[in-house]
């Protein structure tokens, strides 16, 4: 039970790259998104997807890209990375695998620092 | 739009009492699932219990219970006989979870708990 995994975990970049998150779940799930974390902000969806080619903007999409070509992938790129974006980015799926159909499993985190 | 407010930033409670997180939201949804979620120090997020809005019941998982109050929209998690385990940051969310929805989760700011020994 494999479950879903991100990487890296930690990474540390300069104002201005291109970075891309990796998200893979081995559940199957439909559904599949990206929060992240800042202090005193609790988690905020960036982008989600109902399924592969599928995605839509969450509360804060500006500066991000997702795609989902396979159903088990869900990689998010920062085309030019800035300062703002420095947080803790989780990524989770929901499929039929809770007790509700209803609960996001969570992947560990990255941890992204913009200097 | 759905917001949750948590208003307590920390909250200090003795092993093995029991200690109320609150929670309250706002939507206009008329289904909608409402969640907790435990952070600990290490970062990642553990699911702990799940109440729908049309359940009648408080939903009760172990040591935990949400006191689900609909008429004031508050959702508080009731953990029983804490543990120094328990220490942590706690998230409460909500999601609609009408047919179509993507079940996106929109989370408060969240309590950090501290057990003391």
């Known amino acids: 039970d494999a479950g879903i995994t991100q990487s890296p975990r930690y990474k540390i970049t300069e104002t201005g790259r291109q970075v891309t998150l990796m998200c893979h779940q081995t559940?199957?799930?439909?559904?599949m998104f990206w929060y992240r974390q800042d202090l005193g902000h609790g988690l905020r969806l960036i982008y989600y997807?109902?399924?592969?080619?599928?995605?839509d903007k969450g509360e804060v999409p500006d500066g991000y890209v997702v795609s989902r070509s396979k159903t088990e992938n869900f990689p998010l790129t920062l085309e030019s990375a800035t300062r703002s974006q420095t947080s803790v980015y989780f990524c989770?799926?929901?499929?039929?695998?809770?007790?509700?159909?209803?609960?996001?499993?969570f992947g560990p985190g990255t941890r992204l620092t913009v200097l | 739009a759905q917001k949750i407010t948590q208003t307590q930033p920390g909250m200090f409670v003795q092993e093995k009492e029991a200690v109320t997180l609150d929670c309250t939201y706002d939507?206009?949804?008329?289904?909608?699932?409402l969640f907790w979620y435990k952070q600990p120090s290490s970062g990642e997020m553990i699911f702990l219990i799940y109440?729908?809005?049309?359940?009648?019941q408080n939903a009760t998982e172990g040591r935990y219970s949400l006191n689900f109050q609909k008429a004031r929209k508050s959702a508080n998690l009731v953990i029983s006989a804490s543990q120094l385990g328990d220490s942590a940051m706690y998230f409460c969310?909500?999601?609609?979870?009408?047919?179509?929805?993507?079940?996106?989760?929109?989370f408060g700011s969240g309590t950090q708990l501290t057990v003391l020994p």
């Open positions: 989770a799926s929901r499929g039929k695998r809770g007790l509700t159909n209803n609960e996001q499993f």
């Open positions: 559940w199957s799930h439909s559904y």
């Open positions: 997807s109902a399924a592969a080619d599928i995605t």
């Open positions: 939507t206009s949804d008329q289904s909608y699932g």
């Open positions: 109440q729908g809005s049309y359940d009648e």
């Open positions: 969310a909500m999601s609609p979870i009408s047919s179509g929805s993507a079940r996106q989760l929109t």
